[in-house]
């Protein structure tokens, strides 16, 4: 089945320095959707990418999807300690050109701010 | 306007025991998804439902079943339960399936934990 590989597993960054976290499939993606989740929360939608090679933009966070569909990145800013949580890419696979409703996500990134 | 509801909110159980999780989405929201996430991973995909329909299924044996009642809420049920179905069972709504009509808006969640 699809899977998606996300990276780092952990950062620990103090407040103020930059924050990345890479998704990588194996396997073409229809889109692929951001998601936050804060210590005991839920995951909350972030954004979500459809283009090939598309760039968005949420204030401090800059989303990528890769020109061949098969990575995305999410790249954050002079981090805060809001910024603190679990970064989740989850994809769909690109199947015939049908968009199907299963999501499956990374392992996430647990994101430590230091004050 | 009200976000997606989950009930109950923890259960204890013990192993062979069923379980009925409950959600209701976001009004106007024609799917539902359930998955499941373990401590340290990201959501699993269990099931998505649309319009009554099953449209997905994820890699789960068949004690794991679900269903769509004609308001849209959904219920998941878990047989013959093992220590390893321990987890918390999320539940998202989305407008569909596909494209940007399947941003998913999570429940706060039900925390299973079986003895």
């Known amino acids: 089945g699809q899977q998606v590989m996300q ?19 194996s396997t073409t993606l ?6 936050k989740q804060r210590p005991g929360g839920h995951p909350v939608f972030l954004i979500q990418l459809v283009k090939s090679g598309e760039v968005k ?14 990575n995305s990145s999410l790249h954050i800013t002079a981090t805060q300690t809001t910024d603190v949580g679990t970064y989740f890419c989850a994809a769909t696979a690109n199947a015939g050109g049908t968009s199907y409703g299963k999501l ?12 | 306007d009200a976000g997606v509801t989950q009930s109950p909110t923890h259960l204890i159980k013990t192993r062979g025991q069923q379980v009925t999780l409950r959600c209701s989405p976001i009004s106007g929201h024609k799917s539902v998804s359930w998955y499941q996430q373990v401590l340290g991973q990201g959501p699993q995909f269990i ?48 407008r569909g399936t596909s494209g940007s009509y399947n941003e998913q808006f999570f ?3 039900t925390r299973l934990t079986v003895l």
Not at chain 1, 7 to 22: L, M
Not at chain 1, 104 to 115: A, E
């Open chain 2, 47 to 94: 099931f998505q439902y649309y319009e009554k329909e099953e449209r997905g299924r994820g890699n789960f044996p068949d004690r794991f079943s679900a269903r769509q009642f004609p308001n849209y809420s959904s219920e998941l049920n878990v047989n013959a339960l093992l220590l390893g179905d321990s987890a918390l069972y999320l539940c998202a709504s989305s």
């Open chain 1, 30 to 35: 229809s889109n692929i959707q951001w998601y």
């Open chain 1, 104 to 115: 499956t996500f990374g392992q996430g990134t647990i994101l430590t701010v230091h004050p």
């Open chain 1, 7 to 25: 990276i780092p597993q952990y950062q620990h960054v103090q407040e103020g320095e930059d924050f990345t976290t890479y998704c990588n499939s």
């Open chain 2, 107 to 109: 429940g706060p969640g």
């Open chain 1, 57 to 70: 933009k949420q204030k401090r966070l800059t989303f990528q999807f890769g020109e061949a569909k098969k």
